[in-house]
């Protein structure tokens, strides 16, 4: 993730602001005057130092005997970026920058991007030259871009298109309609899924869409695997939220292109991402790798019958715990969410705990001066501009601060911020302010942090919560949630509709107790399984995660520190 300045200088007289009144943009000239919250410090993520070339254990080596497959959609290498036959890895990085695993990688792949990429997913060689595989990398905004001839370290920008928002996940699973090109299957919020045949045109790469069924709604991963079962076709897998691996085989039908689905056992949900390496062994069938919570990666051998032979560790143990995202990886992929908690002590300072990728915080940093922040209403909020990292929000004498920028005055109508992401459906942070009557309203971001559409009333009756959290994804459809606690201790879940106008269904119960904790925290993906996670602390100071089992669920508490009642706020 990048570095985000908590900067708290106020706009001067030369500067322009915004002001909110009555749920209105209106422009109004700042002055020097203008209340601003103190400056702060910068918070910063730890350097990423790319793991060493990662050695599978079948790559290279044929088994013997073993005869390849030779029809058109059989296991493509769909991401040999070094020529030697050979898939490899491609993933983000904490640091929000895509970078591949190979002995001439160097530095970020495609340099330092403006807009951090959601997803990435490799999809080989499109148009039959000589040169290197084409990559498809998907924006937070709905844009999915082709970039072609890739290396190690580069690859050239040649199309994009809008709009794919709609979908929650989109994978290569490699040939389907025997044409040797790798396709395109896209699960729409619904859980609809469509089929992108290829074209072979990398200005034009894709086909309309045809759907394939719905109900694809009930896995939380979804993945190509290339042909894994020795007839030639392209095959996917899936993963219940019960951590049940399904199989669904290739067969060849335009009309229907994959047959019924087959179990292949249970056990999967120890892993937060799982993903394709192509065919290592050069025997026609696809291989793929597993990483579990604590970023340790497994390594599972195709057999040919559409099942794998058992796992083999590969590297460290936490090796892999700083990738983010793993390129064709079969989760939900999430970016801007949340990137952990702030917390401010009583002294008035305030704190950064960043996430692991392992269901754990990270170590704590200072994000503030001291003090700096005694006496102020803040909120840690999903990201609400394009860089990837959370932004603070701030109202100091009604006026709203986001990262230290005025927005504008009437703020202090209201007694509750929440920031869970995009709520509106067009891949834009937005914003939710409860006034001090109970009513709900939704201020839609503008994709800068700079401002924000009239508001849109929610509801009334909001003021039944002494909490109001959302980071992300609850329900595992891929749009962002919220949860609100009511004073007794029950928890509610309000899923969200990416819709603006009515931008949640009605709520449901989802736990109760929730009332011993002193703080309720919404802190984003703590494991990186692309579901938001939660947050409880105790009133002697020690903070329990709640991770996301999806759909609508959460894991039993598991404590992860001590210490944290020296905090008056933690958001």
């Not at 844009?143 to 929650?168: E, F, H, M, R």
């Not at 994959?258 to 993903?275: P, T």
């Not at 840690?380 to 100091?396: E, K, M, Q, R, V």
Request: hydrophobic letters at 35%; glycine letters at 18%; one cysteine or more.
């Amino acid at each position: 993730m990048s570095s985000t300045r908590l900067s708290t200088r106020a706009r001067l007289a030369a500067c322009t602001a915004l002001a909110l009144s009555a749920g209105m943009l209106l422009a109004t000239p700042a002055s020097a005057d203008e209340p601003s919250p103190r400056p702060g410090a910068e918070k910063s993520a730890p350097a990423f130092t790319p793991p060493p070339v990662l050695e599978r254990p079948t790559a290279g080596a044929p088994r013997a005997g073993a005869a390849a497959t030779t029809g058109v959609g059989a296991s493509p290498q769909l991401s040999d970026f070094d020529g030697d036959g050979y898939s490899d890895a491609i993933f983000r990085a904490w640091d929000g920058n895509l970078y591949t695993n190979t002995p001439t990688s160097e530095g970020p792949f495609l340099g330092e991007t403006s807009e951090p990429v959601k997803d990435v997913i490799p999809i080989g060689n499109q148009d039959g030259d000589v040169s290197g595989p084409e990559v498809l990398t998907l924006s937070a905004h709905g844009v999915l871009a082709l970039y072609a001839d890739a290396t190690p370290t580069y690859a050239s920008y040649a199309w994009q298109g809008g709009g794919w928002n709609i979908y929650n996940k989109v994978i290569a699973p490699g040939d389907v309609n025997d044409d040797g090109r790798a396709d395109l299957l896209a699960r729409d919020h619904g859980g609809n899924l469509y089929l992108y045949y290829a074209t072979g045109n990398r200005y034009a790469p894709f086909s309309a869409r045809v759907k394939v069924g719905g109900g694809w709604n009930m896995y939380d991963q979804l993945l190509g695997i290339g042909d894994n079962n020795g007839d030639g076709w392209a095959d996917v897998l899936a993963r219940d939220p019960a951590g049940t691996l399904w199989f669904y085989a290739g067969q060849g039908d335009k009309k229907a292109p994959f047959a019924g689905r087959k179990a292949l056992g249970g056990g999967w949900n120890a892993y937060n991402q799982i993903f394709p390496v192509g065919d290592d062994n050069h025997d026609g069938n696809g291989e793929m790798i597993a990483r579990d919570q604590q970023g340790t990666l497994w390594y599972y051998t195709g057999r040919g019958n559409g099942t794998f032979a058992g796992r083999v560790k590969l590297g460290d143990v936490g090796g892999w715990k700083g990738v983010t995202q793993f390129g064709g990886a079969g989760n939900i992929p999430v970016t801007g969410d949340k990137d952990g908690i702030a917390a401010r002590d009583k002294a008035g300072t305030l704190f950064w705990y960043g996430p692991t990728n392992t269901g754990r915080l990270g170590d704590r940093a200072q994000y503030s001066d001291i003090g700096g922040w005694a006496g102020y209403t803040y909120t840690y909020l999903s990201t609400l501009n394009p860089d990837g990292s959370s932004d603070i929000a701030a109202i100091f004498r009604g006026g709203l601060y986001v990262e230290g920028e005025y927005i504008g005055g009437g703020w202090d109508v209201y007694n509750a911020l929440a920031g869970p992401g995009d709520l509106s459906g067009d891949g834009k942070g937005d914003l939710l302010a409860r006034d001090k009557s109970g009513v709900l309203y939704l201020y839609r971001g503008n994709g800068s942090g700079t401002g924000f559409a009239s508001r849109i009333k929610v509801g009334s009756g909001w003021n039944a919560y002494n909490k109001i959290v959302g980071a992300g994804d609850h329900t595992g459809d891929g749009r962002a949630d919220i949860v609100a606690r009511a004073p007794g201790g029950d928890l509610y879940l309000y899923a969200g509709t990416g819709n603006a106008t009515t931008p949640f269904t009605g709520r449901e119960k989802i736990g109760a107790g929730w009332h011993i904790y002193s703080h309720l925290v919404a802190p984003g993906d703590l494991n990186a399984d692309g579901k938001g996670d939660l947050l409880g602390v105790a009133s002697n100071g020690e903070v329990f995660s709640y991770l996301n089992t999806a759909p609508k669920k959460f894991s039993p508490r598991t404590r992860i520190g001590t210490g944290f009642g020296i905090y008056n706020s933690m958001s």
